[in-house]
T-cell receptor, first 111, second 116 residues
Framework: GENVEQHPSTLSVQEGDSAVIKCTYSDSASNYFPWYKQELGKGPQLIIDIRSNVGEKKDQRIAVTLNKTAKHFSLHITETQPEDSAVYFCAASKNDYKLSFGAGTTVTVRA | NAGVMQNPRHLVRRRGQEARLRCSPVKGHSHVYWYRQLPEEGLKFMVYLQKENIIDESGMPKERFSAEFPKEGPSILRIQQVVRGDSAAYFC??????????????FGPGTRLTVL
């Protein structure tokens, strides 16, 4: 099955700086890559996703890049704010329903 | 607009008891997915259901676990004879799935199961 690895496991950044989280996947047939944000005690919330026919996607302060050849994708958060503090999960899917998640990155934005 | 609803939010059971977790999808969604999250880990797929049908249960343990999504009412994840290793957060997600090109999954707040 699909194996998704996520790094780093924890990330501390100064408010206003950028945060980058990287994921690799094993199954070259995967074609859908969503990113979820999970706050304490809550369920994961989709923040951005990308499909394999696109190399980059941006939504305000959040961007995702995909390198299909290397089988890795990254989340970039610019101008970080305290409310960006949460656990972020990457995921991959090749059939649009069975999401394989990374282990998560705990992001702390220091004021 | 109500999102995915799960209840109970917290459930405590003793070893050997049964646990029933309920999930009401987003209104209009007919596709439901269950995931399990162990502490410090990512979510693991368990099962995918449509109304009255199990589509993919490849992530479900072979014994003690079952799921249903009846024509009327919420989806139910049932765990019989719970053991300590079943302690986890169980998340339900739903999607509209009109086409195969877009299938965003919306997650509920989860049920945190503790087995004593």
């Amino acid at each position: 099955g699909e194996n998704v690895e996520q790094h780093p496991s924890t990330l501390s950044v100064q408010e206003g700086d950028s945060a980058v989280i990287k994921c690799t996947y094993s199954d070259s047939a995967s074609n859908y890559f969503p990113w979820y944000k999970q706050e304490l005690g809550k369920g994961p919330q989709l923040i951005i996703d990308i499909r394999s026919n696109v190399g980059e996607k941006k939504d305000q302060r959040i961007a995702v890049t995909l390198n299909k050849t290397a089988k890795h994708f990254s989340l970039h958060i610019t101008e970080t704010q305290p409310e960006d503090s949460a656990v972020y999960f990457c995921a991959a899917s090749k059939n649009d329903y069975k999401l394989s998640f990374g282990a998560g990155t705990t992001v702390t934005v220091r004021a | 607009n109500a999102g995915v609803m799960q209840n109970p939010r917290h459930l405590v059971r003793r070893r050997g008891q049964e646990a029933r977790l309920r999930c009401s999808p987003v209104k209009g969604h007919s596709h439901v997915y269950w995931y399990r999250q162990l502490p410090e880990e990512g979510l693991k797929f368990m099962v995918y259901l449509q109304k009255e049908n199990i589509i993919d249960e490849s992530g479900m343990p072979k014994e003690r676990f079952s799921a249903e999504f009846p024509k009327e009412g919420p989806s139910i994840l049932r765990i019989q004879q719970v053991v300590r290793g079943d302690s986890a957060a169980y998340f339900c997600a739903s999607s509209f799935r009109q086409t195969t090109s877009t299938d965003t999954q919306y997650f509920g707040p989860g049920t945190r199961l503790t087995v004593l």
